[in-house]
């Protein structure tokens, strides 16, 4: 240090003011840094950091890239969107626990992201074009930060406007669409957003009550917008044909989470959630009237088309499970036989027997709970979570007894006599309750969701959608029929239990979402959960962002994983035992 100051000090003052403007003006800023090391060095960050941390240092490095393409220097542009993608996305985790946490479209639009800023370098484009680009990228990454960190992404809150539903919710309230409609005259012919007006004047009565100190009166309120408006008209089940099933879960979740703060939040937490809520229903509200927020048309979908839409998703989504579930075990049944025709099909009877008697019970649970006035209320919920519970156990219990049978081809003559000894002791008629549940508790689903939509205009298109979804779902059977048998018999077993073992964690998870909005069950979602996306895929996994279902879902996949360790080294252990013996 001694010797660089004595350096300094000689130079020429002009040669020192020279360097002074040099460093001035070069394009990369003096708070700017190359890697994500030094910049974490420079702000205290080398202890602990947010990944929201790494995006504003990576802000810096792209604000830097963007001066130095305006002033025509695209070499170092590219160095430091190279700086940028490599010494801080990458070297600080941040890539790898997006890869790791989020959805894999997270880090494929980052990576697409940082190319398109290139893309406008190397191609000569604007500086605005680049400007652009970058903007996109920070965007991005900004959001998988505020995932990865917990951060509650702000949703922009829609105005409280008035609307035709609020002079008549000034003379009275109103606690179903059935009640509402027939003051407001909309009994045929209206639309969704008729739906959300009257919705929003029941979540204004709702904070209303909390203002006034009455948390039991806001809870009911908001029950009455669930169960008196967005289940009894269709609401719920357009959401999850129309758009998807996860966004049905997610304003699900967000009707939990106003009970939740209802109940033990603040007003100002309470406000916030049902103004979230709102904002939920009427976007969903002009999707389904195709709409946009000013009302203007902006789509050329039909309610004819709209409704087959619902109906083809709605039997396909509810019937996959149980088709899996069904076509896996009679495949299993079929290939474990070799006892003569007429004794296989005996030993499949009890399977059909169970699936037919699930779709008979499931319309006639539907018909005693629109008798008994269960039918979309909160012991519908109950009774629907307590047989996806009731499911969890049954098919864990086969899971495993599958997978307790899963030995190598040199044990295959042991296998198929023990299979048969388990079917005649009782064992197909766990598999036959198995079917059942997997049936009956997807079929009352689906006659549930189909009552609403049986009314009005283009019934025809319901029962188009219900046809064309049956008829793919005979396909989802054949081919697992089919393709199991071309599978060995061990890989064949192994995969059963797994599809057994999988549908089981997704049964739980759904089953306890159902207890939640049954109010059996209160919801909460800390920033460890809550960065859990909605999509399709985790809907049919039944995993949602609350530590009620996630949690139960970690423990049971721990115990599968730990049973599925201990029969397969069982097997390995018998197999060699027997091994040994026909050797000696």
């Not at 979540?203 to 039991?216: E, I, V």
């Not at 048969?420 to 997997?438: N, P, V």
């Not at 859990?532 to 039944?542: A, C, F």
Request: glycine share 8%; charged share 20%; proline share 2%.
């Amino acid at each position: 240090m001694k010797s660089i100051k004595t350096i300094t000090l000689a130079l020429n003052p002009f040669i020192i003011l020279f360097l002074i403007i040099g460093l001035t003006l070069n394009a990369y800023a003096s708070d700017t840094y190359g890697t994500w090391g030094e910049y974490a060095a420079a702000n205290g960050l080398t202890d602990s950091f947010t990944y929201n941390d790494v995006v504003d240092g990576m802000e810096t490095v792209m604000n830097a890239a963007s001066d130095a393409y305006s002033k025509g220097d695209s070499e170092t542009a590219l160095e430091r969107v190279s700086d940028a993608k490599n010494n801080y996305w990458g070297a600080s985790g941040f890539k790898i626990t997006m890869q790791k946490k989020l959805p894999s479209a997270s880090k494929k639009t980052a990576e697409a992201d940082f190319t398109a800023c290139n893309s406008v370098i190397r191609n000569g484009g604007t500086a605005d074009d680049f400007i652009t680009a970058k903007d996109v990228l920070m965007a991005d990454l900004r959001l998988s930060a505020n995932k990865l960190d917990g951060v509650e992404i702000e949703i922009e809150i829609a105005d409280e406007t008035d609307t035709g539903a609020t002079k008549l919710y000034n003379d009275k309230y109103y606690a179903t669409w059935e009640e509402y409609s027939e003051v407001s005259g909309l009994t045929a012919g209206w639309t969704w957003n008729d739906v959300a007006d009257a919705m929003a004047e029941v979540f204004r009565s709702a904070k209303a009550h909390f203002a006034s100190g009455d948390r039991s009166g806001a809870y009911d309120c908001v029950n009455d917008g669930y169960y008196g408006f967005y289940e009894t008209t269709g609401f719920e089940r357009n959401t999850m044909g129309y758009i998807s099933g996860a966004r049905k879960s997610e304003v699900e979740l967000q009707f939990s989470a106003c009970k939740s703060a209802a109940k033990d939040g603040t007003e100002e937490e309470f406000v916030k959630q049902v103004d979230i809520l709102r904002t939920m229903i009427r976007t969903d509200a002009n999707k389904l009237d195709g709409v946009d927020e000013n009302g203007n048309e902006s789509s050329t979908r039909s309610a004819g088309v709209a409704k087959f839409i619902a109906c083809f998703t709605i039997i396909l989504r509810e019937g996959f499970e149980a088709i899996l579930v069904v076509g896996a075990i009679i495949a299993y049944l079929s290939k474990t036989t070799d006892k003569s025709e007429e004794e296989r099909k005996k030993q499949l009877r009890p399977v059909y027997v169970g699936s037919i008697l699930g779709i008979v019970l499931s319309f006639v649970s539907a018909w005693l709970l629109n008798l008994l006035k269960l039918a979309n209320s909160a012991s519908q919920e109950v009774i629907e979570g307590v047989t996806a519970l009731i499911a969890v156990v049954v098919l864990f219990y086969v899971s495993n007894w599958m997978v307790s049978k899963s030995e190598s081809e040199a044990w295959d003559a042991y296998i198929k006599g023990k299979v048969g000894e388990a079917a005649d002791k009782g064992s197909s008629k766990a598999l036959a309750f198995t079917a059942f549940l997997a049936v009956y508790r997807e079929g009352a689903e689906v006659v549930l969701f189909y009552q609403p939509l049986l009314t009005g205009d283009d019934q025809h298109m319901v029962w188009l959608g219900f046809v064309a979804g049956a008829v793919c779902l005979v396909f989802v059977y054949l081919a697992i029929k089919l393709l199991s048998v071309r599978l060995p018999l061990k890989p064949f077993f192994l995969a059963t239990s797994i599809l057994m073992a999988v549908m089981s964690i997704s049964f739980l998870g759904g089953g306890i979402k159902e207890l939640i909005e049954g109010d059996v069950i209160s919801m909460t979602s800390p920033p460890w959960v809550a960065w859990i996306p909605s999509n399709s895929v985790l809907e049919v996994l039944g995993i949602y962002p609350t530590v009620q279902t996630v949690v139960p879902q970690l423990i049971l996949t721990a115990i599968t994983v730990f049973t599925f360790v201990y029969w397969l080294r069982k097997n390995k252990k018998l197999k060699d035992e027997m091994e040994s013996g026909s050797s000696s």
